[in-house]
């Protein structure tokens, strides 16, 4: 596709163009015990969605909510077994719709 197909838009526009549909279980789960040894915290700075906030007890708190399922998140994260991922359950998850 070329770039003529996609017209300008502000972030505002773009973001009305997308639904999250949100399901009671979680497709990322956080291990927020193994983010207190991790020096990197890569996935705040990566998240594009913001998401991952540090604590003040040196954990990590995720709202999966309004996640873009990009999978950032676990693949610069730096502990083993801290993010697991996992596709939300049929139906559900983010939802992009063209303007």
């Not at 502000?10 to 279980?25: N, Y």
């Not at 996935?43 to 991952?52: G, H, K, Q, R, V």
């Amino acid at each position: 596709m070329s770039a003529e197909s996609y017209p300008e838009m502000s972030f505002e526009a773009r973001m009305g163009t997308v639904d999250f549909r949100i399901h009671e279980r979680p497709h990322i789960t956080l291990d927020d015990r193994k983010c207190v040894d991790c020096s990197v915290r890569g996935c705040i700075t990566a998240c594009p969605a913001n998401l991952f906030v540090p604590t003040a007890d040196g954990g990590i708190l995720f709202n999966y909510e309004q996640c873009f399922e990009c999978g950032t998140c676990y693949m610069v994260c730096n502990e083993e077994g801290a993010i697991t991922w996992t596709y939300p359950d049929g139906g559900h998850g983010v939802v992009f719709h063209r303007s």
